[in-house]
């Protein structure tokens, strides 16, 4: 009896570290991914996400990036804040939501200025991944909410008024 409940503490706690292990590369690879978009815009550099994409999503992010430098812009984009959801996986697979804040803007080369000034935006959004050869691979992802935030427009100072003192009373 002691030795079957050895095993079964034994099994849980590798289980749980392998856990550990898998969602530190999720994440990573997530980061990866982020700023991999974050590189390829600035520099035009692919390789990165084409080692961790399937071909069909990597196509889909080239089309999108393509398409800005045929207009003649460039992406600056960076990266504020970004928060992951506890990771539910199944077998090989697994899933995860972000919290992502976003500040983009858009540069026209050939203006040298910006087409589009620096907007932040808010991103909730699906990661599903699989894992492959023992590395994470993000094959689907899914933008669940995005809300644009634009500078607010300076208000005009306040202008005190004038009062003359309350007369007090005994």
Do not use: C
């Not at 200025?113 to 990661?127: C, G, M, N």
Request: net charge positive.
């Amino acid at each position: 009896m002691k030795k079957i409940l050895l095993l079964l503490l034994l099994a849980v706690f590798g289980m749980a570290s392998s856990n550990v292990n898998d969602d530190k590369r999720i994440k990573d690879a997530l980061l990866k991914y982020n700023y991999g978009i974050i590189k390829m815009t600035k520099s035009g550099d692919t390789k990165l996400l084409k080692d961790m994409l399937p071909q069909e999503l990597y196509f889909k992010v080239m089309v999108w990036a393509d398409s800005w430098k045929f207009s003649n812009l460039a992406m600056v984009a960076q990266i504020n804040d970004l928060r992951f959801s506890p990771i539910a996986y199944n077998e090989n697979n697994a899933t995860i939501r972000t919290l992502e804040n976003w500040t983009y803007a858009y540069a026209d080369l050939v203006k040298r200025d910006y087409a589009l000034e620096p907007t932040t935006i808010f991103y909730k959004v699906k990661y599903t991944l699989k894992k492959h050869h023992g590395e994470w691979m993000i094959v689907a992802i899914e933008n669940l909410q995005e809300e644009t935030f634009t500078k607010p427009k300076e208000k005009e100072p306040l202008k005190q008024k004038k009062e003359k003192p309350k007369e007090t009373r005994p």
